[in-house]
């Protein structure tokens, strides 16, 4: 065999995209854990699968051990679990959990998602409606606040964010609250228009 090919499927060329994404070995390792995907989750899914799959390269390229893809994703989930754990200590599934079923993992990101949800629903025709935020790292902290304005069909026509300087996180959310009101007050094709 070429020394440049895969040394799993010998079919293509052993390039960094290939080891740890176009492969067909690596992309069912991929596609075995897909379904789980939360951001911080999946930022530590990555890299353990990364970590793994070149872990199980190594072992084909200098030992000829050929590590079936469910030993790859079984090999993964202690190495998840454990850097899950050191970075986020609300997670607290074990990798034997994990093995047994991913239902934990999935309930975890579902309650995660939960609380992250907001969706947007438009305002009546010939409406307008601002959708204002004060964001924050902690009570109180450096704040600062922004808005969108849109109309019943969602685009958008006026857009504004700014720093508040430290304050309360609920001085934040009403003066962002202001600032809309503000400029309602202040744009004149807003005249006529109901919010
Ligand atoms: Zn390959």
């Not at 019943?152 to 857009?159: P, T």
């Not at 304050?167 to 009101?181: C, F, G, Q, T, V």
Request: aromatic share 16%.
């Amino acid at each position: 065999m070429c020394q440049n090919f895969c040394s799993w499927c010998s079919a293509e060329r052993e390039t960094e995209s290939h080891i740890f994404l176009s492969c067909k070995k690596s992309w069912l390792v991929w596609s075995w854990f897909q379904n789980w995907w939360d951001r911080k989750f999946w930022l530590n899914l990555f890299y353990a699968i990364v970590w793994s799959l070149w872990l199980a390269r190594n072992e084909k390229v200098f030992y000829g051990v050929n590590t079936s893809v469910v030993d790859i994703c079984t090999l993964t989930l202690p190495r998840l679990s454990l850097w899950m754990k050191a970075l986020d200590p609300t997670f607290s599934i074990l990798a034997m959990d994990l093995l047994i079923t991913s239902k934990s993992i999935k309930s975890w990101t579902n309650l995660l998602k939960e609380c992250r949800l907001a969706v947007w629903a438009a305002p009546p025709a010939s409406s307008f409606k601002w959708n204002v935020d004060g964001s924050f790292l902690g009570k109180p902290s450096l704040s600062a606040l922004g808005g969108v304005l849109q109309e019943s069909s969602g685009d958008f026509q006026c857009i504004f964010s700014c720093p508040v300087g430290y304050m309360d996180s609920n001085w934040a959310e009403l003066y962002a609250i202001r600032k809309a009101l503000e400029i309602y007050a202040a744009l004149p094709f807003l005249a006529n228009v109901l919010l």
